[in-house]
């Protein structure tokens, strides 16, 4: 700490990234100045009770359902050694590779008394018997948690995975039953790799605008939505906004709270633990359990994809354009993903070097792009441009920056991770022999954090892949990427168009995905 | 070895970040930028022939028609679009109240209805779309159906089709009724509604005739063209077309239009009213409102032979201008009723 306070640079930056990634708030702040005092009371009045009501249960939901999932799917395939590991391990993460308005589509097609499950729950129940409707919050619910279980999954893996079988066996040895081990030396130990998982899934959920747009389901995003295009009233948008972080901060300051007060860091006496072998009717067990997970998240949107693409193919109606929609679509996603690496970096090593009111102020400002809904984004930066930096307008630079901004906190939240098992006495180490804070952040720091740059790198690349709201709006013009091409497609309900722009979406993401999951298997298969 | 590498990659990048920022400098004939909030297949036709006929490239920036009034407003004169075009009056005409819009020549748009266009000309209505009733053929509960207002009655319970209230052409039509009708009818009207279709509402007006015509449902409120795409494909389905609010009492059939207007911010005003007039005329009217079975808003224009044709009923006599004036007072109408 003494010795990183001679350099000035690392808050300098800092303050530099959080200053970006505060437009839109500065845009909300300043339209929300603007509503009068009856406006508020307007907006107390005819929604915010429900919208509070509708957002917080619909969060609470879906973090419990991603809770189940994800740690019991983890725990199973980081723990148990059974046939076909690899490949489930493939399929607990090949779901985010899905948008989440590809799967609400997915679903509400397949729940039509002619869809596949619809015809199946007839044959089941009788011609007469009621479809279960979607349209409400348990039918968003588990869209989003299908299409965000993985976050969990992933989190806790990789800390199920690495471990000192050493207190495993202590307790043991104590006399402790397996599930006593699981609940009080597993479960603390892997805490807050779990929460860590959870904020990302909630962070998803507040600001998601596909599944509840479908869903026609009322949170605070949809809402703001149609504040802002169907009556035309920004300072309306701006104040239910202003509203929305509030309550997203209140929350992730829970949440570190939460994980404040567990650090282990990673030391020598860390192991790669080695799973023990399924017995046959685990076996059966595992894969029934996970194989329902995969299928309802993976399996059956890809078939339904597969099928219509089909169709269209038959129809000759995939021309040469698709390969442009997914090379805008590689393109955008590969210079913002790098862009937001580069740019969370600061903020994550000063919060974990320096702790003050002043980097955890930083820390929270830099979460917000992913607070605030994709449209209210596009906005703030669109009228920052235009006012700050007309020359740029048209270009690709607009929607990176909109896009950097929105995704930030992800590469910050898991770049932040992996700098927390990094003990200050490495880096202490390399100051004692010598090296300069840059050099030893060339040499020292980023080798070491390596991972979760990468996994931080990955995690943007797929979520701007998948990005609808804030595209639709800042692309260059002539510029359509697969999101926007599926959302022209489907408005339209020409399904055997938008299927191939979701498959090809989903084909474009697997590089990204190979990455993540070469990068824990080499360190545990 | 490593550091080359690693300088590589950042050349790499400075070289691609450097390329998306030159992108805008790239067309070198400026194509016409149309912002458009129309389904892309129903446009794509006109202006394939347009291009092909002028010579000018013309580029499609879809989205929905709301966001891309709201981008057009906050570009202001940075703006790329020479035109918007628009499913629906109420959008064009808030546009054209925002000031967005250049007025277009009356000798280019005097061919079409005044009605159908705003009084300063500032948007022109391209296809007009009538608000109909579908019935199932196959039942007699909705004999006593003669208005739009009958649907509120509770002998349809459970059998009425219509969409989720957020649907632009559902906003439209209510706007229409509120106008003719008054407010608290209207109210008393998606009152009866609601409590008939009790949540279950549609996504899709193609899928309330679907559901009409499978027997689900005996009854739904659609823009007319869904009938007659579900006809085309399945000529035997058990639906016909029912006009509202006919007869001498009536107040006629809701109509609303597609239409298109010149951004006050074009670079090239001069080409975009090239667009506009070959929209206007005759051949370019019957492609535009053909593809979609609407009604060309243009005297004389042959329409779709399997659609009711003009003369043979009653519309609402209610400026297309007005849909916007009202907007904001049907959405909070929507919303106090608690419209699903």
């Known amino acids: 700490m003494i010795l990183l306070r001679k350099d000035h640079l690392l808050p300098y930056a800092t303050a530099m990234v959080v200053l970006l990634a505060a437009i839109p708030l500065v845009y909300v702040l300043h339209a929300s100045l603007q509503l009068s005092w009856p406006e508020w009371r307007g907006l107390w009045h005819s929604r915010l009770p429900v919208l509070l009501w509708n957002t917080f249960s619909l969060v609470v939901l879906v973090v419990l359902i991603c809770l189940v999932l994800g740690v019991s799917s983890a725990w199973l395939v980081a723990r148990r050694s059974f046939p076909g590991r690899r490949l489930a391990l493939w399929l607990m993460v090949l779901p985010l590779t899905i948008p989440t308005y590809v799967l609400a589509y997915v679903y509400t097609s397949l729940w039509e008394n002619t869809g596949w499950l619809g015809r199946l729950w007839l044959a089941l129940w009788g011609d007469g018997a009621a479809l279960p409707d979607l349209y409400n919050v348990f039918g968003v619910a588990l869209v989003l948690s299908l299409s965000g279980f993985s976050y969990v999954f992933l989190m806790s893996y990789a800390a199920m995975t690495h471990g000192n079988p050493h207190l495993e066996e202590a307790a043991r040895l104590h006399g402790a039953t397996p599930r006593e081990v699981f609940r009080r030396i597993t479960l603390p130990l892997v805490r807050p790799a779990v929460v860590a998982g959870l904020a990302v899934v909630a962070l998803h959920v507040l600001s998601d605008f596909g599944a509840v747009s479908m869903l026609r389901y009322q949170t605070f995003t949809l809402s703001i939505y149609l504040q802002m295009t169907g009556r035309f009233d920004y300072n309306g948008a701006a104040g239910l906004s202003l509203v929305l972080v509030l309550l997203a901060l209140t929350f992730l300051v829970l949440e570190r709270f939460f994980r404040s007060r567990q650090r282990y860091y990673f030391g020598s006496h860390m192991k790669r633990l080695t799973p023990r072998p399924a017995s046959r009717r685990e076996v059966w067990l595992i894969w029934g359990w996970l194989g329902l997970i995969g299928l309802l998240a993976f399996g059956l949107p890809l078939v339904w994809m597969l099928s219509w693409t089909w169709d269209a193919w038959q129809a000759r109606a995939i021309g040469m354009e698709f390969w442009g929609y997914l090379g805008n679509s590689l393109l955008v996603a590969s210079v913002a993903a790098t862009t937001a690496v580069f740019l969370a970096l600061p903020i994550g090593y000063y919060y974990n070097r320096v702790r003050s009111w002043l980097s955890a102020v930083y820390l929270q400002l830099s979460s917000i792009g992913f607070v605030l809904p994709g449209p209210v984004v596009a906005l703030g930066a669109l009228v920052f441009i235009l006012s700050q930096l007309p020359l740029l307008y048209g270009g690709l630079l607009a929607l990176v920056l909109a896009l950097v901004v929105r995704f930030l906190p992800l590469a910050v939240q898991s770049q932040e991770a992996a700098l927390q098992q990094l003990t200050p006495s490495v880096e202490s180490a390399g100051r004692l022999l010598g090296a300069g804070p840059l050099e030893n952040l060339w040499r020292v720091v980023l080798p070491l954090i390596r991972g979760g740059m990468i996994s931080a790198w990955v995690l943007v690349f797929i979520d701007v892949m998948k990005e609808l709201p804030a595209t639709l709006i800042l692309r260059p013009v002539g510029f359509d990427t697969l999101p926007v091409r599926i959302w022209i497609e489907a408005s339209e309900e020409m399904l055997e168009l938008a299927a191939p722009a979701a498959l090809l979406l989903l084909l474009g993401s697997l590089p990204a995905v190979w990455i993540m999951v070469r990068g824990e298997t080499a360190r545990s298969l | ?340």
């Open chain 2, 1 to 340: 070895m490593a550091r080359i590498a690693r300088r590589r990659g950042m050349l790499l990048l400075a070289l691609v970040l450097a390329l998306s920022m030159a992108l805008p400098a790239w067309a070198e004939e400026e194509p016409l930028v149309i912002y458009s909030g129309r389904s892309d297949k129903f446009v794509k036709p006109v202006v394939k022939v347009f291009t092909d006929e002028t010579g000018i490239q013309v580029v499609l920036y879809s989205a929905k028609s709301t966001a891309l009034l709201n981008k057009l407003k906050v570009e202001g004169p940075r703006t790329e679009a020479d035109l918007y075009i628009s499913n629906d009056a109420g959008n064009l005409q808030l546009g054209s109240d925002m000031g967005l819009f250049a007025p277009l020549p009356e000798e280019l748009v005097g061919v079409i209805d005044a009605k159908l266009r705003a009084p300063d000309n500032t948007w022109v209505g391209l296809s007009a779309r009538a608000r109909v009733l579908v019935v199932n053929t196959g039942q007699h509960r909705t004999d006593f159906v003669q208005s739009v207002f009958d649907l509120a009655d509770s002998q349809l319970e459970g059998r009425l089709g219509i969409t989720n209230s957020s649907n632009e052409s559902f906003i439209a039509g209510t706007t229409v009724y509120m106008l003719e009708a008054g407010m608290e009818r209207t109210r008393r009207w998606l009152e009866g509604m609601r409590d008939n279709v009790d949540g279950q509402v549609f996504n899709k007006h193609s899928k309330i005739v679907a559901a009409v015509a499978a027997g689900k449902k005996d009854i739904g409120l659609v823009n007319h063209y869904y009938i007659y795409r579900h006809l085309a494909k399945h000529p035997d389905a058990p639906i016909r077309i029912l006009l509202p609010d006919q007869g001498p009492e009536g107040m006629g059939v809701a109509w609303n239009v597609a239409g298109v207007a010149v951004s006050k911010y074009s670079k090239q005003p001069e080409r975009a009213r090239r667009l506009v007039a070959f929209l206007v005329s005759e051949r370019g009217q019957e492609i535009f409102a053909r593809v979609n079975r609407e009604y060309p808003t243009r005297k004389g224009v042959p329409t779709d032979p399997a659609i009711p044709p003009l003369d043979s009923y009653k519309v609402a006599d209610v400026p297309m201008s007005e849909l916007a004036r009202q907007r904001r007072a049907t959405i909070d109408l929507l919303e106090s009723v608690g419209m699903p």
